[in-house]
């Protein structure tokens, strides 16, 4: 009898599964730093309209891409959100899928705030002395040749930094964060330092990576400290020679705690990352499956709520939870984009 | 004791030393994993304590055409930063379900932004000075209040903090776990049961309950994985939904149950099936009528625990979607959903401070109901055991 039951249940789940493959309910997957600001337009969208509100899954930019590129069927998701430029390579694994018809939407800024304990007397430090203090091979001391980084103390790389141990908390090799410090810190420079590209240069094969050199200590200097960034916060609290690396919202959440760092004598304040002064910051962005819009009858409308003025606008409503707003003409431009629903191809891509 | 008794040990002293020292040894284990406990529990009521209230502002709402166009324009300019955006959200509906309102003017008691609770908390805020001059006038006039948080219990997950509550995921809690029972439920039974009275005890008999008790402790995760691979991408079951998650954690709980219902099958006496046997009754009398029912309590017991296991369970469900925001509750199990360890993991990972309390509170509120499962197994096994 049981078992009957058991047969029937499925059957009708089967059928049910057939007659939702029409839906009304967007799908939105990706990264978890747009997470917070995709959901908050979602809330607002089930809120303010008739329409189910979506349902946003917070499962990494990379994640993100794979699911959004799988198929280009129901089952999949019909926008995710990335806290980087979509690669070529996931371009490519999407049109192979019959992914074809993406669109690209710039939603803001978003800081990486290089924080420290309150209490401590305010620090200023640059890229290059970032880049010294955490990555795993740095230039010996005549700059000829790398060595394994022997840097224990801030005064150490610099005489005018503080004779501080140095201390990072950051976030693990699969957040988007950790991608984004490594790429605009690291790699920013270490391209265009000739003791690391040359060693490229003379081995292209067993020295890829020194073109282009982004690896991070694991001497227990750089700490991983877990995708949560509450944790890295508190941290911070108790162990005060620390530094902890996460996204600007936390450091405006947690003002009474923490206080950013300058680097290179830029605050993060949300005017200078809008403007981009501020070095350490990156665009955020969410992708539409273009071809879902006629069976999601609600896609269009979700899409436009997202990019008026009222939710990424100076005054919007993401602001509030962290978000750094584009200025305004290229907010014009990038809605204007959208709306036309301009495709995503290989040379949009390279284009800065 | 005198030395020239003949009952004397000269090692009865180090002996009765040694007994001591091993009592307090174990004794102190459990003082130290009490005090864990109690460290947990005392941290959670304390930060979650705060989130039984919340802060509602008294102004007056105009209704008109304009708020139904615009809902930041229900209440004074002055107040809208004090007030929580998603309760102002809401005044439009009311007003187009209750046209005599239109036109008039009221003074109301409306939700107040998570800033304004904070500060009435006593916790650390970001209250602009303009913002904050007004907050205090209306404190003066008793304008500002703490009221029972009927919301936490009443709404779903929210970005706003102080519209957030736990209801959709305690929905999605139960359709999840509904899946998960009504599948593992009889299947692990019936397994228990075969392997039990029907099979024969042979090589393959011994493998599979190598094999079962293997699959009871495996890494949870890898249960996810095998959910994502079959029912999502093999029978295309929508993802996030409750039938998913209910129907991956059945795979998870299936050999809890199996092990446990075969432990309460073995523990009734021989004697019992022999004497149905004498009386002339049929294996499956036998095994129907009265192992059946004498195993019973152990093995709800086992059922029982198996779905705390399975209540308290986040890994496997991060893979098949489950961790996601979904503030409606879901009506069907084919809805997107999520359940209680997801939502505290959501909260736990935001942003904006007020979260603190609700993940606290959540805790204490998933925590209330495993404590009462766990005692109603109990309860259960009290009640109907029957001693041999």
């Known amino acids: ?352 | 004791m005198d030395k020239n008794s003949i009952f004397y040990d000269p090692s009865l002293k180090r002996r009765h030393f040694k007994s001591k020292l091993f009592k307090y040894f174990t004794l102190s284990s459990l003082v130290v994993s009490l005090l864990f406990l109690g460290i947990f529990l005392l941290d959670m009521v304390l930060k979650g304590s705060s989130a039984v209230q919340q802060t509602y502002i008294q102004v007056e709402v105009s209704y008109n055409q304009e708020s139904i166009d615009n809902y930041r324009s229900i209440v004074d300019k002055k107040y809208l930063n004090l007030l929580s955006r998603a309760a102002l959200r809401e005044v439009p509906e009311q007003m187009q379900a209750n046209p005599s309102l239109m036109n008039t003017k009221e003074v109301v008691w409306i939700l107040a932004d998570d800033q304004v609770d904070m500060y009435m908390k006593k916790y650390y805020y970001k209250i602009g000075e303009k913002d904050l001059s007004t907050l205090e006038e209306l404190q003066k006039n008793g304008m500002v209040d703490k009221k029972f948080n009927t919301i936490f219990f009443t709404h779903g997950d929210s970005k706003t903090p102080e519209y957030s509550g736990i209801l959709s995921a305690f929905i999605g809690t139960i359709l999840t776990l509904a899946v998960t029972m009504l599948v593992a439920f009889p299947i692990g039974v019936a397994t228990a049961v075969y392997l039990e009275e029907f099979s024969k005890q042979n090589w393959w008999s011994e493998f599979l309950e190598i094999n079962i008790n293997n699959l009871a402790a495996i890494p949870s995760i890898l249960f996810g994985l095998l959910g994502l691979a079959i029912y999502i991408n093999l029978f295309g079951l929508p993802r996030s939904s409750a039938l998913v998650g209910g129907l991956t954690l059945a795979l998870m709980t299936l050999p809890i149950i199996v092990v446990s219902s075969r432990a309460a099958l073995r523990s009734v006496p021989a004697s019992i099936r022999q004497a149905g046997y004498a009386l002339g009754l049929t294996k499956v009398q036998v095994v129907k009528d009265h192992v059946i029912p004498l195993a019973f309590p152990g093995i709800m017991t086992g059922n029982i625990i198996g779905l705390a296991h399975a209540m308290g369970e986040t890994a496997p469900l991060i893979i098949v979607g489950m961790i996601a925001f979904i503030p409606d509750s879901p009506s069907s199990v084919m809805e997107a959903a999520t359940v209680m360890p997801a939502q505290l993991f959501t909260w736990a990972g935001m942003p904006e401070r007020a979260y603190i309390e609700r993940t606290a509170a959540g805790i204490l509120v998933l925590l209330s109901v495993l404590i009462s499962l766990n005692s109603l197994a109990v309860y259960l096994r009290k009640k109907f055991e029957v001693k041999w």
């Open chain 1, 1 to 352: 009898m049981t078992l009957s039951k058991i047969t029937i249940a499925l059957l009708a789940a089967s059928a049910l599964t057939i007659s939702l493959s029409a839906r009304d309910q967007i799908k939105i997957v990706g990264s978890s730093t747009v997470y917070p600001f995709s959901s908050s337009v979602s809330e607002e969208f089930g809120a303010t309209t008739k329409h189910p509100t979506p349902v946003v899954e917070s499962t990494g930019t990379g994640g993100g891409m794979k699911l959004f590129c799988a198929s280009n069927d129901m089952t999949s998701p019909d926008i995710t959100n990335a806290s980087r430029r979509m690669k070529t390579d996931e371009l490519k694994l999407c049109e192979t899928n019959g992914v074809t018809d993406i669109t690209e939407a710039v939603i803001g800024f978003d800081g990486i705030a290089i924080a420290q304990a309150k209490a401590n007397a305010p620090f200023n430090v640059t890229k290059k002395q970032l880049l010294l203090a955490v990555a795993a091979e740095v230039p010996s001391a005549d700059g000829k040749t790398l060595v394994a980084n022997p840097y224990k103390k801030w005064s150490e790389i610099d005489a005018s930094l503080p004779d501080r141990e140095i201390t990072v908390y950051g976030p693990p090799k699969s957040s988007g964060t950790r991608d984004a410090f490594e790429e605009m810190v690291l790699k920013a420079l270490t391209e265009k330092m000739e003791v690391y590209t040359n060693l490229y240069k003379a081995d292209k094969e067993k020295n890829k990576a020194y073109k282009e050199y982004s690896t991070i200590r694991t001497d227990g200097v750089y700490v991983e400290a877990g995708e949560n960034d509450n944790l890295i916060v508190a941290k911070l609290d108790k162990n005060r020679a620390a530094f902890g690396v996460f996204g600007y919202s936390f450091l405006e959440e947690n003002a009474d705690k923490v206080q950013g760092s300058n680097v290179d004598g830029v605050a993060p304040t949300p005017d200078n990352i809008s403007s981009g002064k501020y070095p350490v910051s990156r665009s955020l962005f969410f992708y539409v499956k273009n071809a879902h819009a006629a069976e999601v009858k609600s896609l269009n409308e979700y899409v436009t709520l997202f990019m008026s003025e009222k939710m990424i606008g100076k005054k919007g409503i993401l602001g509030e939870i962290g978000l750094i707003p584009l200025p305004e003409a290229e907010r014009t431009a990038i809605r204007e984009s959208v709306a036309k629903k301009e495709k995503v191809t290989l040379e949009s891509l390279a284009k800065k």
